[in-house]
């Protein structure tokens, strides 16, 4: 589950407001048996690993409260937002803290120290609080700019106080923490003076590297995202966070109204559910990835609303359910945080030049490798297999997305090959001539340097046999076996071949034809050798950007019933053909085994992981996959770890949900794997 290491805090002050939803808590003016019993009742919900509570009033029952929050050894934070929105007595000036008149910002100043000092009574980590009124720019940016500067001071003279709090009690300081609002003077909105995003860094960093006040960070607020509108005056997205996150110290979950004909609009946290909630699930789902995209480590808190006759309770659990939702969904989980797979990290020019050096001085090493590999007794374990394919640039297809030679770099090519052979549940590689001899002389290499067992040790090796069939090319559909025949296959000690039959039924349907003898002969003489033979049929159809294949249910289905009758037997044959809709349909074309391919580099691997889950749940003769390119570049995930979770797709039955969590985990495992090794 994404952020189960975040803790999790409810501002108590919102979802428990009042005795029949009033607002005595945020006045600080709330019954002790109120307050004692709903604070209890959060701190006792293991879901809550914290809680947000604001300025009490009376002496007495701050004491209490201070008593019951130490005794839960939950985390505690401050909110001073309350005291500052309300204003009790009008006697502090709209731009509270940013003030432009110096003695209504000392004011301010000294409302809030009075607020410190209970948060430290109360033994709070965290202190919540606001800019101010923004003066507007409608005469110009002189007065907001005067006002920043006015509350720059006033945060500056906050965090010392803060720090000589601290000191008294020795204690760390408290985090002071600016939460950032709207800037719209609409009813419902609290026209704040930070503020977007941007600005707010501007003054975090000010505050931080200037003035040194490491303590100080921000709280940026789901519900305010719609409401604050950045320099281009739309609304902001979860993108600020990358930009806020060197300073966020933390996030609150809550939603808002966007409609001015709804009684509850503007920033008034409603339910999440609340029929006019601007907050829909997608975009608090983004909003948690990008979370958990830049790394995100600290507290969330739940701050919602219950109006009219809503039971708190009910309003609470229902946030609880909805956020758990959210957080469970696959995408959710699967983001890649801070990481990057770096395959130069994991495969080095050194190992690259010791592959060049073995070529030049031992040309033998190759078919010694060979011989001396250990194969397994039986093709497969357990009636399936996980096969990566690493036969494309002997095609001439080396494009991943819009880098059109990415797999022509032929370290980083076997680097992400090699990866991917550590994989557990892994069975083997599907390559050409080159490929299988280069894997098979690091084999060399590491067994020189004292491993016992190589990457191809009790794996799979299938050769790629027909490889003229240049993408690109007028004759492309005249696919000869240029790269491994079955004498080939025999010398490098390979498991068993793999042919590709594209059926062109257009103008070029005669080369389509002359490959289907070619393969007819080359399935005979894989079975008189008895090598298994693997062959992916394909139904294509010319474009003007080229081949693309024909990806519909009948077709597939008419060029599966080709490939099956082909060389005389399908004994020891198995087919190789994409995930389409309706997939049940195309498995029954044939009673051998399947095998799914992954096509193009989707650069995500969610998409392929998803269509393998429902493929083996499409008929019993669906036995793996044989995948390459989603697999080899998954866009900057590790391919160690996508190939794991399609292995237990594919050999455990697993989930989806199940397996995305377990590539989460398996991220940068045995990254430096060869490095020990040198």
Request: proline share 5%.
């Amino acid at each position: 589950m994404a952020l189960e290491k975040n803790p999790i805090s409810l501002v108590h002050f919102m979802a428990y407001p009042g005795p029949g939803n009033t607002r005595s808590v945020q006045r600080g003016e709330a019954r002790a048996e109120y307050l004692l019993h709903t604070l209890e009742e959060v701190l006792n919900d293991p879901y809550f690993q914290g809680v947000e509570i604001t300025y009490i009033k009376n002496d007495q029952i701050r004491a209490k409260v201070a008593d019951l929050l130490k005794a839960s050894g939950k985390r505690v934070i401050f909110g001073a937002q309350p005291v500052q929105l309300i204003n009790e007595d009008g006697l502090i000036p709209p731009g509270d803290i940013s003030c432009p008149d110096e003695v209504g910002r000392r004011q301010a100043v000294q409302r809030l120290k009075k607020c410190l000092e209970q948060a430290y009574e109360l033994g709070a980590v965290d202190f919540g609080l606001i800019s101010g009124a923004d003066p507007g720019a409608a005469s110009g940016l002189d007065r907001r700019e005067a006002a920043k500067t006015q509350l720059l001071r006033s945060l500056h003279e906050l965090c010392v106080y803060a720090g000589e709090l601290a000191q008294k009690q020795g204690r760390t300081p408290i985090r002071i923490t600016l939460e950032l609002f709207d800037r719209s003077t609409e009813p419902g909105h609290k026209n704040q003076l930070i503020g977007p995003a941007r600005e707010a860094v501007e003054l975090a960093r000010i505050m931080q590297d200037a003035y040194g006040h490491r303590n100080f960070g921000l709280l940026y607020d789901l519900s305010h995202m719609p409401l604050i509108k950045g320099r281009s005056f739309n609304a902001e997205t979860p993108e600020v966070l990358r930009e806020l996150a060197p300073f966020l110290n933390h996030v609150h979950i809550g939603t808002c109204v966007t409609n001015p004909e709804d009684k509850l609009y503007g920033d008034s946290h409603p339910r999440l559910d609340y029929p006019g909630s601007a907050v829909t699930q997608e975009m608090l789902a983004d909003f948690l990835k990008m979370l958990v995209d830049i790394g995100y480590e600290g507290g969330i808190g739940f701050e919602v609303v219950p109006y009219g006759d809503e039971l708190s309770s009910a309003v609470v659990r229902s946030t609880q359910t909805i956020f758990d939702i959210a957080r469970n969904r696959i995408d959710v989980n699967y983001c890649l945080g801070t990481f990057y797979f770096q395959p130069r990290r994991f495969f080095n020019e050194t190992w690259f030049d010791m592959l060049n050096e073995l070529r030049v001085s031992r040309p033998n090493a190759v078919a010694e490798a060979a011989a001396a590999r250990r194969r397994r007794s039986t093709l497969t374990e357990d009636g399936k297999l996980v096969i990566v394919a690493a036969d494309h640039p002997a095609r001439r297809v080396t494009r991943v997305g819009s880098d059109p030679t990415a797999m022509g770099d032929r370290m980083s090519y076997l680097g992400r090959i090699v990866r991917t052979l550590l994989g557990k549940g892994v069975d083997g590689v599907m390559a050409t001539p080159d490929i299988i001899e280069e894997l098979l002389l690091i084999d060399v290499l590491l067994k020189e340097k004292g491993r016992k067992e190589g990457i191809l040790d009790g794996k799979l090796v299938i050769g790629s046999m027909n490889r003229s069939g240049l993408a690109g090319v007028e004759y492309e559909m005249d696919d000869r076996l240029t790269a491994m025949t079955v004498e080939h296959l025999k010398q490098l000690n390979c498991d068993g071949g793999k042919l590709l039959l594209r059926i062109d039924p257009g103008r070029h349907s005669r080369y389509s034809i002359a490959t289907m003898a070619y393969c007819a002969q080359a399935v005979s003489d894989c079975r008189k050798a008895g090598l298994p033979v693997f062959v992916e049929p394909l139904p294509v159809e010319e474009t003007p950007e080229g081949y693309k294949v024909v990806m519909t249910p009948d077709a597939l289905i008419q060029t599966i019933g080709v490939a099956t009758s082909l060389g005389g037997s399908a004994h020891h044959m198995w087919i190789k053909v994409p995930y389409v809709n309706d997939y049940h349909r195309v498995v029954k074309a044939t009673t051998l085994p399947i095998l799914m391919l992954g096509g193009a580099s989707k650069e995500n691997p969610l998409p392929t992981i998803r269509e393998f889950e429902q493929g083996m749940g499409e008929g019993a003769n669906v036995r793996g996959v044989m995948v390459g390119r989603n697999v080899l570049y998954c866009g900057k995930d590790d391919p160690l770890a996508v190939v794991e979770a399609i292995a237990m797709i594919v050999h455990q039955g697993a989930g989806m949900d199940e397996a995305v969590r377990h590539l989460a985990a398996a991220r940068g495992r045995s990254y430096d794997w060869f490095e020990t090794l040198i």
